[in-house]
């Protein structure tokens, strides 16, 4: 085996890893949040954080992100909340952020829509809105923030 081939399969399986670690603690969060409830998970995202080092092997939130739609869009059947998309984001990108020192905020909303209560959640970095598209937001009265 030649030296290239060798790290062209070292960077396949760090990948495949890197994303196994990452339905893990999607999975790993939203059990804990139907337990729990979300206020406990963020208590409890903010202590590993305390707990493991900082460094990720990511280097922005962008990247986790893409991560997380490439998962969801091939491999949904792998995560437990699979009609919460934004919750999987969210606390993903919340536990990253933290990691990565950044000032990242879980925002909470709700909106009524044809009689029902629809109920969402998205990332704000350093009080700007990420992921989500600011009109959609923009219809959303913010119940909760965490930081």
Not at 8 to 25: R, T
Not at 138 to 143: G, H, K
Request: contains cysteine; hydrophobic residues 45%; charged residues 25%.
């Amino acid at each position: 085996m030649t030296r290239n081939r060798f790290y062209q399969i070292k960077a396949k399986v760090f990948i495949f890893i890197s994303n196994i670690i990452l339905l893990m603690w999607t999975n790993f969060f939203i059990v804990i949040s139907r337990v729990q409830g979300v206020p406990k998970t963020v208590k409890i995202i903010k202590k590993i954080v305390q707990l493991i080092p900082k460094q990720s092997t990511y280097e922005s939130l962008d990247e986790i992100s893409k991560q997380v739609d490439f998962l969801y869009n091939h491999f949904s059947f792998l995560f437990i909340a699979k009609k919460q998309k934004c919750l999987l984001r969210g606390f993903l990108l919340f536990f990253y952020g933290k990691r990565m020192e950044r000032d990242v905020c879980l925002r909470f909303g709700c909106q009524w829509e044809d009689n029902n209560l629809k109920v969402h959640c998205w990332i704000l970095e350093n009080n700007d809105v990420r992921f989500e598209l600011e009109d959609v937001i923009a219809e959303y009265e913010t119940l909760l923030d965490y930081r």
